[in-house]
Each structure stands twice: as C-alpha cells, then as structure tokens.
C-alpha cells in the first residue's frame, strides 16, 4: 500500500514560517493602539527619515509623533525607510530634487569625490547642501508619507475587521 502525503497550504497564522518582511507585515498590524495612531505615527517616520539628520531620525520622530499623539513605536519604524541599504538610493534623488527646486548648491565633478578638493568642495558647501537635502527630502517625503499612512490605515483596519470575529468567538468558549 502506497502512503500518500497530504498537500497543505502554507499556515499564515504562524508569521515564523514566513519571510522577514512578512514577520514584519504581521506585527506591524497587530500593534495596539488606535488604527489612524499607528498609520500617522507610521507617515511621520517616513517623513522624518527622508530628510537628511541621519544620526537624529529616530528622535526626531519620536518627538513629532508625541506632540501630534501619535504611535511612538510606529514612528520609529517609518524612519528605517533610510537605511545603509536604502540611503545611497535616497539622498542623490534627494539632492537632485532639492537642487532643481533652490539650487544652492554644487556638488563637485564625481570623478574628484576621492579627491582633497572634493571634500573641502563639499564642507564648504555643507549649509548650501543641507538645504537642497532637506528640501528634497520634504518634497519626496510628503507623497511617500501620505501614501504610507493611507496603505497602513488600511492595512490595520482589515486585519482588525478579518480578526474580530475570530476573537469574539474565542470570548464565548
């Protein structure tokens, strides 16, 4: 007799049988707090984490999201946005945008980055081109937030609605 092996569908409920970015997906929309908290503290973080303060997003968005009563915690993750990963993708377009905006300022001839000149180009430069960063960082931020804040309302608010009746019949037994 042959033995047959049952073909069964991948258990969703079990976010550790999945990648990385659905792990994080699962505990994104599980976090407590009110659904429009979490997406605006989200929004924030991606905003925040556009402009070019590296080594203070996370504080800096932690402070928005307090004053504006926001999540905290979902703040903090929007900023990864910019990551070591992310960051050599994000700045140059940043950069590009902002200076077709003001224009203040003018990065030296790429094939000289490495040079002496180049780097004294570039601190002598620095407020002209923190500006054209920031900027950048604004415009590019506003759509990037606005769409992460809709998407992760919505997110929340189905998984809230496909679980509530799961729970409701979990309270009767």
Request: aromatic share 10%; hydrophobic share 45%.
């Given at each position: 007799?042959?033995?047959?092996?049952?073909?069964?569908?991948?258990?969703r409920?079990?976010?550790?049988?999945?990648?990385?970015?659905?792990?994080?997906?699962?505990r994104?929309?599980?976090?407590?707090?009110?659904?429009?908290?979490?997406?605006?503290?989200?929004?924030?973080?991606?905003?925040?984490?556009?402009?070019?303060?590296?080594?203070?997003?996370?504080?800096?968005?932690?402070?928005?999201?307090?004053?504006?009563?926001?999540?905290?915690?979902?703040?903090?993750?929007?900023?990864?946005?910019?990551?070591?990963?992310?960051a050599p993708?994000i700045?140059?377009?940043?950069?590009?945008?902002?200076?077709?905006?003001?224009?203040?300022?003018?990065?030296?001839?790429?094939?000289?980055?490495?040079?002496?000149?180049?780097?004294?180009?570039?601190?002598?430069?620095?407020?002209?081109?923190?500006?054209?960063?920031?900027?950048?960082?604004?415009?590019?931020?506003?759509?990037?937030?606005?769409?992460?804040?809709?998407?992760?309302?919505?997110?929340i608010?189905?998984?809230?609605?496909?679980?509530k009746?799961?729970?409701?019949?979990?309270?009767?037994?």
């Amino acid at each position: 007799m042959k033995r047959t092996r049952k073909k069964t569908t991948p258990d969703r409920s079990n976010p550790s049988r999945d990648g990385f970015f659905r792990k994080a997906y699962v505990r994104f929309v599980k976090m407590r707090g009110e659904p429009r908290e979490i997406a605006r503290g989200l929004a924030i973080g991606i905003m925040v984490g556009m402009t070019p303060f590296l080594g203070f997003h996370t504080i800096a968005a932690v402070f928005v999201a307090a004053i504006w009563k926001s999540s905290k915690i979902a703040a903090a993750v929007g900023v990864f946005v910019t990551n070591p990963l992310t960051a050599p993708l994000i700045y140059p377009v940043t950069y590009m945008v902002g200076k077709a905006i003001c224009g203040f300022s003018n990065i030296p001839n790429p094939q000289k980055v490495l040079s002496l000149e180049a780097a004294i180009a570039w601190i002598k430069h620095s407020p002209a081109l923190l500006v054209d960063l920031t900027v950048g960082g604004i415009v590019l931020g506003l759509p990037l937030s606005l769409a992460a804040y809709w998407i992760a309302l919505a997110s929340i608010e189905n998984y809230r609605k496909k679980i509530k009746p799961k729970l409701k019949k979990r309270r009767r037994r």
